[in-house]
């Protein structure tokens, strides 16, 4: 009996992510879901510049790296090459999403285009060796924040699933986590439904995953995962936060 | 060999790129070499407006016109913006309505039509761009109606089709008076 | 004749990117350009394609490189400004060599500019339009009948070399009226095995990517992509010679400046001047063998320009200083009149440049 298996749609190649780091996880899940609706096959995945800029080279389906922050702009441009025959989705983080993309997030979602958004909030820029996100939180210390984030100098963080649900653009938006056994189900739960969306022609589905970075935290795995729970959750509360057909049903 | 430059000038509104655009097409059926060039930007809203068009028996170069033949004047600042600029032994046609000075230049021929007038009283206020170039036509002795009918043709949108014979019959206005 | 219509530059463009097999289009609204953007919202929902108003040009061109990604003729137009927030994506879409087609009506600059016309940015598309080593086919129409011809041999020439072709054009060209025959046999699109489709489990998975954190492997692609424009240099380069024969003074010019010397290259003629022009096509790859020729046995060489003087740097390289180079030029939206052409014209014939 098999117990463990790699998904079909993981590329069976060691990963450059550092210890402890969740974007392994998320990989998986992702694809797991792409296994699991079957567009494997149809699907291309577009990469962000960030952590995750080699994603490209751990998802079996075609992929493309755009530049940093355009990757719903890419995505925009390969779903309409072929609305029906595309499943496209972006996998970005906070720096690359919400701060020099953030046109592109908001207006993708406001044009309800068809497609998923994987959104990493990690609140730093990892990449680049752990300076200020437009999500870190007030008071967090990063090598551009030595002495914490002061939101009267540099302004407050950016709660991007609240604000994208303002719009009357996006079909779905959800905030999940994936610091404990528990929220990565959920986190599972609501990419697969970002997912059958777009198979099912619904539009924007946008799953927010807080997720950690041990490494430009300061913090062990273990200690990361709890401060998670302890700072990123009270500033970002999970929940969906828009999910329109949802509200029809009602 | 001849080419035969002309300039439209005019308010945003009078029909003068419209206008234009007739001369050209007209051109280009009778089997000449054309251009047609509007001025362009924010100066079209609600100022002034102005186009270039050049018949030609041969390849048109620059399609600039700064120094008309011909010079269609429809309000007193585009008489008095190119008035100079019209060559030696030119045209320049005046929509006398609107403008009541004369032409200063005694270098060039000049025609005084009383064209908003004549299209008001016509119930056809918007086309004295028409009548004027009517009138034009009627002067270079190139008021073939069978072109002028296919040219408007090309100009007036099927769906306009009703226009035709209004915008054949405002030509021939200020040909009669 | 008779099948010939009268249409707007910016318009013919359009309609021949159509013919091409263009169906998408993305674009942000600028002067002097915006017809290109009118007439593809009319026409691409009429015959199942795809019209975007991106919101940026950035966006804009990110789309074109998602399409692009997928093989399919896909096509942005701007001007000036908007063509330097392209910048980014131009050289992203040389990083993955993906074939695109980019449509510049130039306006006068730097900065916000004027709206009027202006050939300004000639370095830019034949030099640097980004980061990067790479260039773009750069394509320099100088009538309406070429800005259609120019469209579809652009988009031809992406897919043969897997990169960018740029129309640079000018608010004149995009703004005036001429007579158009768009008749083209379009044909057929080469095989596209690289593009990202999906995979429909048939094959390893497609990458479009411009990234290489090799050097050794970067220097590579640089190198093999270099091959490839030495190949496009000898074999692409576009040309008209007016008047060559027996000239002794060579205009350079493209675009609307090769309209405006043509009127004084027939006024000078007329003088006893023997004078002559080569207009580019292509302004990369610049036609070199021509003017290598005319260096041979013009005097002098001037070069008409919209601009401070950016091609005139290209001659005097491809004619090896063999004659001087003189600059006739206006720039900032203005251009230059038949008489003042003229005058550099006679400036050269009564002894050249000082």
């Known amino acids: ?169 996006p079909e779905y938006i959800e905030r999940v986590a994936v610091n404990n056994v528990k929220n990565v189900k959920n986190a599972k739960k609501a990419i697969k439904k970002a997912f059958q969306n777009q198979v099912e022609g619904k539009g924007f589905s946008l799953v927010e995953v807080i997720s950690s970075c041990p490494t430009n935290w300061g913090l062990t795995p273990e200690k990361a995962l709890e401060w998670i729970d302890e700072k990123m959750i009270p500033h970002y509360p999970l929940g969906v936060y828009k999910d329109r057909s949802a509200k029809e049903v009602e | 060999m001849k080419t035969t430059s002309f300039l439209f000038a005019g308010f945003g509104g009078q029909g003068i790129l419209f206008a234009g655009k007739f001369l050209a097409y007209k051109g280009l059926l009778d089997g000449k070499q054309v251009s047609w060039l509007p001025s362009y930007g924010p100066e079209m809203r609600g100022g002034t407006a102005s186009c270039g068009v050049i018949i030609s028996d041969t390849p048109v170069g620059s399609p600039i016109v700064s120094n008309p033949d011909v010079l269609v004047a429809m309000n007193l600042p585009s008489l008095d913006r190119y008035e100079d600029a019209v060559v030696p032994g030119g045209i320049i046609f005046v929509d006398s309505t609107l403008i009541e000075r004369k032409v200063k230049r005694d270098d060039v021929k000049v025609y005084y039509i009383p064209a908003t007038k004549l299209a008001s009283d016509n119930k056809t206020p918007t086309l004295a761009n028409m009548i004027i170039v009517g009138k034009v036509l009627d002067a270079l002795n190139d008021f073939q109606e069978e072109s002028v009918v296919t040219a408007l043709k090309k100009v007036i949108s099927a769906k306009r089709a009703d226009m035709l014979d209004v915008n054949l019959n405002a030509m021939k206005l200020a040909i009669e008076n | ?179 158009v025959s768009l008749d083209y046999d379009i044909k057929p699109m080469p095989e596209k095995p690289w593009a990202t489709t999906g995979t429909k489990m048939e094959r390893f998975h497609n990458i479009t990517n411009s990234l290489s954190l090799v050097p050794e492997e970067l220097e590579q692609l640089n190198f093999a992509r270099y091959e490839k424009y030495k190949t496009i240099e000898e074999e692409e380069a576009m040309f008209e010679e007016y008047m060559m024969e027996d000239a002794e003074i060579c205009i350079a010019a493209f675009g609307i400046a090769a309209r405006v010397a043509k009127n004084a290259i027939v006024e000078a003629r007329k003088q006893g001047i023997k004078v002559g022009m080569i207009r580019p096509i292509t302004l990369w790859p610049f036609p070199k063998k021509p003017f290598e020729a005319a260096a041979e046995k013009c005097k002098q060489f001037i070069s008409v320009e919209l601009s401070m003087g950016q091609m005139i740097e290209d001659v005097k390289l491809a004619t090896g200083c063999k004659a001087p180079v003189t600059l006739c030029n206006r720039a900032g939206g203005m251009i230059p009149s038949p008489q003042q052409v003229l005058e550099s014209i006679k400036e050269a014939a009564n002894g050249g440049a000082k």
């Open chain 1, 1 to 169: 009996m098999v117990v463990f298996d790699k998904p079909h749609a993981l590329a069976d190649v060691p990963m450059h992510y550092c210890p402890g780091c969740t974007h392994g996880i998320v990989h998986r899940l992702v694809a797991e879901v792409i296994d699991e609706l079957g567009i494997e096959g149809k699907t291309i995945g577009i990469a962000p510049v960030g952590c995750s800029v080699m994603a490209y080279n751990y998802f079996n389906c075609d992929m493309i790296e755009a530049a940093h922050g355009r990757a719903p702009a890419v995505a925009t441009g390969v779903k309409r090459a072929n609305p029906e025959g595309h499943i496209v989705f972006t996998y970005q983080g906070d720096g690359d999403l919400a701060s020099i993309g953030m046109a592109e997030t908001v207006h993708s979602a406001a044009r309800n285009e068809n497609i998923t958004v994987i959104f990493i909030n990690n609140a730093i820029y990892g990449m680049t060796g752990g300076q200020m996100a437009p999500t870190s939180l007030p008071g967090q210390v990063t090598q551009t924040s030595p002495y914490g984030r002061d939101v009267n100098h540099c302004g407050f963080p950016i709660r991007v699933s609240e604000m994208l649900a303002t719009l009357d653009g």
């Open chain 3, 1 to 179: 004749m008779a099948d010939k219509v009268l249409m707007k530059g910016n318009e013919a463009i359009a309609e021949a990117a159509i013919i091409a097999g263009c169906r998408h289009y993305f674009g942000y609204p600028i002067t002097p350009q915006t017809e290109i953007a009118a007439y593809m919202a009319k026409r691409m929902p009429k015959i199942g394609g795809c019209f975007l108003q991106a919101e940026s040009e950035i966006a804009a061109i990110n789309m074109v490189y998602g399409v692009a990604s997928t093989g399919l003729r896909v096509m942005t137009s701007s001007s000036s400004p908007g063509i330097s927030l392209k910048g980014e994506g131009l050289s992203y879409l040389a990083g993955a060599d993906l074939p695109s087609l980019i449509i510049n009506v130039q306006r006068g600059g730097p900065g916000l500019g004027g709206i009027q016309p202006s050939q300004s940015d000639y370095f830019q598309a034949t030099k640097g339009a980004a980061h990067g080593d790479f260039h773009m086919i750069v394509l320099a129409p100088s009538s309406v009948q070429e800005m259609a011809d120019l469209t579809v041999k652009g988009f031809e020439l992406a897919d043969k070399y897997r990169m960018t072709s740029m129309v640079l054009a000018d608010g004149t060209m995009g703004q005036m009226m001429e007579p």
